[in-house]
C-alpha cells in the first residue's frame, strides 16, 4: 500500500485509481495525515481492497506533495549506522546507537529549494520510518507491527554547526530550515520487506556519490525500535532517520559541501526519489 500527502491532503494510491481518503471514506478517516496515523490499522484495513499502484515518479504530482508526516511530535536520528560511513567519519562502529534528534520545524516536502546556511551544508541520504501504533517497551519481533511505513530522508547537516564545540552535539547543525525533507510516498512494511536487493543512492548533479545495500545497515529497524521504546514512548506519526551509507561529502579529501545551484536526488529501490535544488 502506498500513502502521498498532496496539498495537504492524505490520498492512497490504489491499484486503478488515485484516493483522497477523507472524501472516499465517508469522512471516517481524516483528510489531515497526522489523524490517520493513531488510527493505522483500521485504516489499512479499510484501504486494502484498493489494492496498491505502481509508483510512477513521471505521474506523481512533485511539486503539490508534502512531508508524509508534516509535524511528528518527536524525530529520531541515528548516526553512523552503516559500517563504512562510521570509517569514513574517523569513528569505530559504536556499540549502541547513537541517537540525536532533528527538530520538528526542519521537516519539510520532498521537491524544494534548500538554502545553504553556510559552505559546509552536507548531503545523507537516508531510509526513513514512520511509526503507527506507538508504544514503549516494543520488542524487537514485534517491530513491524508499529510501523505504518518507510519513505526517503535527506539528513542535511551543516558541519560547521554539528561540530562545533567539545564534545559536539548534532541536533541543531541538523534542524535549520529545510534539513528534513521526508517523501514523496510512504510504503507499508509488507510491501517494502517483499523486495530483494533494495538500494540507497544520492546524487549531486547527476553524480551517484552514495550507493549502497540497505542489508548493510548495523543496527536494524526492529533492534532501533526496541532499543528507542525502552527508553521512548514512539509516537503515532513519528519520524525516525535510520542512518546514512558512505558516500557523504564530509568524508571526502579535501571535503566537499554543496554549492549553490546543484540538485540533490535521494532515492530508495521501491520508495521512488525526492529532489531539492541548493540555493
Ligand atoms: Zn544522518
Not at 206 to 214: D, H, K, L, M, R
Amino acid at each position: 500500500m502506498k500513502v502521498y500527502v498532496q496539498d495537504g491532503r492524505a490520498v492512497l494510491l490504489g491499484a486503478d485509481e488515485v484516493i483522497d481518503i477523507h472524501e472516499r471514506s465517508g469522512g471516517a478517516f481524516s483528510s489531515d495525515i497526522a489523524g490517520i496515523y493513531p488510527r493505522w490499522d483500521e485504516f489499512v484495513q479499510w484501504a486494502e481492497p484498493f489494492g496498491s499502484g505502481e509508483l510512477d515518479m513521471e505521474t506523481l504530482p512533485k511539486n503539490e506533495l508534502d512531508a508524509i508526516s508534516p509535524a511528528p511530535r518527536q524525530v529520531l536520528a541515528v548516526g553512523l549506522n552503516y559500517v563504512d560511513h562510521a570509517a569514513e567519519s574517523g569513528f569505530s562502529v559504536p556499540e549502541y546507537p547513537i541517537v540525536f534528534t532533528k527538530f520538528q520545524s526542519s521537516i519539510t516536502k520532498p521537491f524544494d529549494d534548500l538554502e545553504l546556511t553556510s559552505g559546509s551544508v552536507d548531503w545523507e541520504v537516508e531510509l526513513v520510518v514512520v511509526i503507527g501504533s506507538g508504544g514503549r517497551n516494543i520488542s524487537a519481533e514485534n517491530a513491524w507491527d508499529h510501523i505504518a511505513g518507510l519513505t526517503i530522508g535527506q539528513d542535511y547537516s551543516d558541519r560547521d554547526a554539528q561540530f562545533r564545540g567539545q564534545p559536539a552535539q548534532f541536533s541543531l547543525g541538523k534542524s535549520f530550515e529545510g534539513f528534513a525533507p521526508i517523501g514523496p510516498v510512504l510504503v507499508t512494511p509488507d510491501e517494502f520487506l517483499a523486495q530483494s536487493d533494495c538500494v540507497i543512492e544520492c546524487e549531486v548533479d547527476g553524480e551517484t556519490v552514495q550507493s549502497a545495500p540497505i542489508a548493510d545497515i548495523v543496527f536494524d529497524i526492529p533492534d532501533l525500535i526496541a532499543k528507542m521504546s525502552a527508553v521512548v514512548e514512539l509516537l503515532p506519526g513519528d519520524v525516525l532517520f535510520t542512518g546514512t551509507p558512505p558516500g557523504v561529502g564530509f568524508g571526502q579529501v579535501p571535503p566537499r559541501y554543496l554549492r549553490s545551484g546543484e540538485r540533490v536526488r535521494s532515492s530508495i529501490t521501491g520508495l521512488g526519489y525526492m529532489e531539492q535544488a541548493c540555493r
